[in-house]
Every structure is written in structure tokens, then in C-alpha cells.
């Protein structure tokens, strides 16, 4: 059975006696403190006129019940939300994670993988704020703004209209005006840093081609313009948020100082009592207090329900290659890969008729402009993009009728920037077979050549750091490799193996990689042309097809 999709209630459908229970305690915060508020108002006024004091002992408990109930509810309903988020968002996670899974690196909607990754990872972050910083105040909020009317109204009923206007006003129209009038400075600032993400990227990804490049400047002065319209951006927010949140106050003092009049002149024609005249200002500034919480929480709910909508829409989503039912032939010896007139491509045609055997010992480079289909063909041979037309054969079987795991057990692939978790080599390495020997991590670190470091022996020698921050860029490519080697299968797809390296080190890399992967298959997608020379052929795209230059 499905887990429910992520919305604004899903802690009241998956943690329901949890999340009933923290907001009936935050709803008893919130009406403690308009008791301790009304009530030391009273007792304030009342003890002014001198009467006997055994008259005021039941109000004194209340005030100190209602001071001392508000610190244990208020404990109790932020220990109570986190906890149900908490297990909320662990059910939400394991889905998402799930989905990504079954999507990723096929990706969704011809994004790619990273963008629907990091995408996902911000969302279930909004998630949380959805049902810590947005769910209890709106919850919280109607309620004490329903009871608050409701003792205002039997004071003096021209008060309940008054609080209540002032509370709409606080609480719903004024947020909603800001999210209306914040609409396009956001969208100009979020656009502007999404121009610095990839101008970033730029810089970074292609950092000694633009090094000797005219296009650097350009590409600098394209930076300093997007973090010029961030600014600009944020300043008119800054500025629309300002205003706003005095407007707010104003509405706020504007209500109590009503109500004080309206107190004023119900005990001047005696239809309230001389001693409850500050009840009603000061039963404002509690309720105040509490729904001024939801002004934010009103803010944050487009984006944070945006957020729960995509996740949603995430975790309904089919995998771009669906799995078949059960597992089809046995390919555990499977050595070889055929594309029989293959055609590939998402939204446009990348690759068209295309034929072409791996065989055990090949060595093939794929070349070619960025987005003319070198990634897209090796996640075809890995079966995370289904074909449009044509058959993937691993050995003599088509791959469309073979779990993902079954053709990953043969088929073994080497993103541009392999990811290192903060722990050791030997640890990073093991994760390409957890059941290796210690003495088989030994053989492929050596023949990466990344044995000096492990000789050292100390823990900070061996360390990786967080993302492989503790390796150099060649370093890191060589624990790919070696995880490559470890796992022993026959077929392998790199993607831009040497990105980012200096010519010496690329060269490294390449014939670490052609010595020590003996009679396996390597198929590497390229554009640097030493790393298409060090193989036996070269495949270059020509209009959605592939040429084979003469050796």
C-alpha cells in the first residue's frame, strides 16, 4: 500500500494521535495565555480598589495556573510537532528516496538526475518547515482567534467585531498581500541565482579551457550582473517586507487602543464592571501575540506547499525505464552488449538507427559536443533510458526484459564526479562489493596507484574528508576507478573520466584505467581528444549518428 503523499495534514494521517495531541497542546498554550493575560488584568484593577484579599485568592491561583500551564504546554506541543514531523518525514523520505531510485539517473521529464536530486533534497527541507513552522501556527491561530472572539463577544459584543477585524486583518490579509506584492521580486532573485548556479558550473566545470579564454570576462561579467539583480532583488523584498510588517503593528496597536474605548465606555454606561476595563485591551494583545504567529506561517504556505505538491508528484512518478515484473534470463555471465538500431533521445532526437557491438576487450570512445547524446547512450547501455525504438542486448538478452539490478551486476558505470563519503579509501572503496577481502581492496587501490597513501598508515593519511575534500581532483577520479575494479564486472561506461584534470594527471588516470581493467569492456564518453587516443576506437557523433574514425 502506498504511503500518503506528502501534504500540509500528512502528520495528521501518518503520526494522527501524535500531531492531535501536540496541537491540543498548543492550543493550551495559546489559551493560557490569554487566561494569564485577562486574568492579571482583572486582578491588577481589582486589587487597586482595595477589597478584602481572601475576594482575589481564587484569581491569584489562576494567574499562577495559567503561568505555570503555559511553560509546560508550550514544552509539551514543541516536543510533540517535532516528534511527529520527525517520523513524518522519515516515511517521506524513505518514498522519495525510493522514487529517486527508481528515477534516477533515467531522470524525470528529461531533467537531469542531479537537478531532480538537489531539487528533491530542498523540497523534503520546505516539508519540514511545512509541519513545524507552518501547520501548528495556522492551527494554533484559528483556534484562539475563534475563542478570543467569542470572550471579547461576551464582554461587549462591539468588541468581537473589532478584535476580530484586527485579527483578519494581521493574520490573513496582510500576508497575503505580501506574498502578492513579493511575487515578483522572488521570482527575479530566484531566477538570478538559479543564472549564478550555472555560470558557476561554468566557471568551475570548465575552469582551464576559460582560463586562456576571451570568454572568462564575459563570463565573470555575466556573474557580477546576476549577483547585482540578487541584491536589487532582495532589497525591494526587504523593502515590501518592511512595510507590511509595520502595517501590521500599526493594525495591532490600532486594535488594542480601540478596544480600550470600547472598554472605556461599556463601564461608563455600567455594562461592564469597573475592575474587567483592562480585560478586553490586554485579551487583544494576547490573541495578538498567538496570530501574529500565523502572518509568517501564511508567508511560507505557497512555497512550502509548492514544495509538498512536487514531492508528491515525485513520488507518483514512473521510472523512465519501468522494471518488468520478475527477473528475466540469466545474465550472470553475460560479457558482451548490442545495440540493434537503436534510436534515443527525450524530448528531441538525439541518436538515431544506431548499431553497434561492445565486445569483451573493447575499448571505445564516444566524442562529441555537450547535449549531442554521449551520457544518454551510456545510461541506455545501463538501462536507465529506454530507447524510443531499437533493442539493448546484454549477451543475447534484451535488457527491456532484465531487472535494473540483474544488468548493473554486469554493467558497472563511473559518473563525471564520483562521490566520496566522509570516512577512508578502503571504506569508499568496499562500497563497489561490501563482501571484498581486505587483501582485494589492497590489489585495486595499489593498481589505481593510490597504495603511498595507504602505506602511511595514520587514520588522517587514509582519510577522505567530506565529499573527498581530503583528495586531490586525480585521486579522487582513481577511487572510482578502483571501486570500478572491485566490482568485477565486465562492462564498463565512464562519463568524462578525467573532467577536471590537468592534462599529466588525465593521462594518469587513463592508463591506470586501460592496464588494470585487463579483458573488460571500457566505453568512455569524452570531448578531450588524449583520452579518445588512449582507445582502440572512436565513435564521433554526425547529426544524430555515429561515425567511426579510421584508426
Known amino acids: 500500500m502506498p504511503e ?54 481564587v484569581v491569584m491561583g489562576l494567574v499562577q495556573l495559567f503561568a505555570l500551564s503555559r511553560a509546560v504546554f508550550r514544552y509539551l506541543e514543541r516536543l510533540g510537532i517535532h516528534d511527529a514531523a520527525l517520523r513524518t518525514l522519515s516515511v517521506t523520505r524513505r518514498e522519495v528516496f525510493v522514487a529517486l531510485a527508481r528515477i534516477v539517473p533515467g531522470g524525470l521529464g528529461g531533467r537531469h538526475d542531479a537537478d531532480v536530486t538537489n531539487g528533491a533534497l530542498e523540497d523534503v527541507d520546505l516539508l519540514e518547515d511545512l509541519y ?53 521580486p522572488t521570482q527575479r532573485r530566484d531566477a538570478a541565482r538559479e543564472d549564478r548556479r550555472v555560470i558557476t558550473s561554468e566557471l568551475v566545470g570548465s575552469a582551464l579551457e576559460l ?12 556573474l557580477e550582473a546576476a549577483q547585482r539583480s540578487i541584491r536589487q532583488a532582495e532589497r525591494s523584498l526587504a523593502w515590501r517586507r518592511g512595510i507590511i510588517g509595520s502595517t501590521s503593528l500599526l493594525v495591532s496597536v490600532a486594535t488594542v487602543a480601540m478596544l480600550s474605548v470600547v472598554a472605556s465606555d461599556a463601564v461608563a454606561a455600567g455594562a461592564l464592571a469597573a475592575s474587567a476595563v483592562a480585560v478586553l485591551p490586554l485579551l487583544a494583545m494576547g490573541a495578538l501575540e498567538i496570530t501574529s504567529a500565523m502572518s509568517p506561517a501564511m508567508a511560507k504556505l505557497p512555497a512550502d506547499t509548492a514544495a509538498a505538491r512536487r514531492l508528491g508528484e515525485l513520488t507518483a512518478a514512473e521510472a523512465s525505464w519501468p522494471e518488468p515484473p520478475g527477473p528475466g534470463d540469466d545474465v550472470a555471465l553475460a560479457t558482451s552488449v548490442g545495440l540493434d538500431e537503436v534510436t534515443i533521445g527525450h524530448g528531441t532526437l538525439l541518436i538515431a538507427g544506431l548499431s553497434l557491438d561492445i565486445e569483451p576487450g573493447s575499448r571505445i570512445a564516444i566524442v562529441g559536443p555537450s547535449g549531442s547524446g554521449k551520457s544518454t547512450l551510456l545510461d541506455a547501455i545501463a538501462r536507465f533510458v529506454a530507447p524510443r525504438a531499437g533493442i539493448v542486448r546484454l549477451g543475447g538478452s534484451d535488457i527491456a526484459d532484465l531487472l535494473g539490478s540483474q544488468v548493473r551486476q554486469r554493467v ?54 567530506e565529499g573527498g575534500s581530503a583528495l586531490s581532483g586525480g585521486e579522487r577520479h582513481r577511487v572510482g576507478i578502483a571501486r570500478i575494479l572491485l566490482s568485477e564486472a565486465p562492462i564498463v561506461l565512464l562519463d568524462e573520466p578525467t573532467e577536471g584534470l ?20 571500457i566505453v568512455i564518453a569524452t570531448h578531450r581528444p588524449s583520452d579518445a587516443r588512449a582507445m582502440d576506437r572512436v565513435l564521433v557523433f554526425d547529426d544524430g549518428r555515429l561515425v567511426e574514425l579510421a584508426s
Open 412 to 465: 558497472v558505470s563511473l559518473e563525471q564526479e564520483p562521490h566520496l563519503f566522509a570516512s577512508d579509501l578502503e571504506a569508499n572503496v568496499r562500497l563497489a562489493r561490501p563482501g571484498a577481502t581486505g587483501d582485494e581492496i589492497a590489489r585495486v587501490l595499489h593498481a589505481v596507484g593510490l597504495t603511498r597513501r595507504m602505506d602511511r598508515g595514520a587514520a588522517e593519511a587514509t582519510a577522505t574528508g
Open 132 to 184: 513545524v513552522g507552518v501547520l501548528p501556527p495556522l492551527v494554533v491561530g484559528a483556534v484562539i482567534s475563534l475563542a478570543a472572539t467569542a470572550i471579547a463577544g461576551v464582554l461587549a459584543p462591539v468588541a468581537a467585531a473589532v478584535l476580530a477585524v484586527g485579527m483578519l486583518l494581521t493574520a490573513l490579509v496582510l500576508p497575503w498581500t505580501m506574498v502578492t506584492v513579493a511575487r515578483h
Open 4 to 57: 500518503p503523499a506528502p501534504t500540509l495534514l500528512a502528520p495528521l494521517v501518518i503520526e494522527r494521535r501524535r500531531t492531535v495531541l501536540a496541537l491540543a497542546a498548543g492550543i493550551l498554550t495559546g489559551l493560557s495565555t490569554v487566561g494569564l493575560l485577562t486574568t492579571s488584568a482583572w486582578l491588577i484593577v481589582r486589587s487597586a480598589e482595595r477589597p478584602p484579599v481572601f475576594s482575589l485568592t
Open 211 to 222: 582560463s586562456t579564454s576571451p570568454q572568462l570576462e564575459d563570463r565573470m561579467g555575466a
Open 502 to 521: 590537468d592534462e599529466q594527471a588525465a593521462a594518469a588516470v587513463m592508463a591506470v584505467l586501460c592496464e588494470a581493467a585487463g579483458d573488460r569492456a
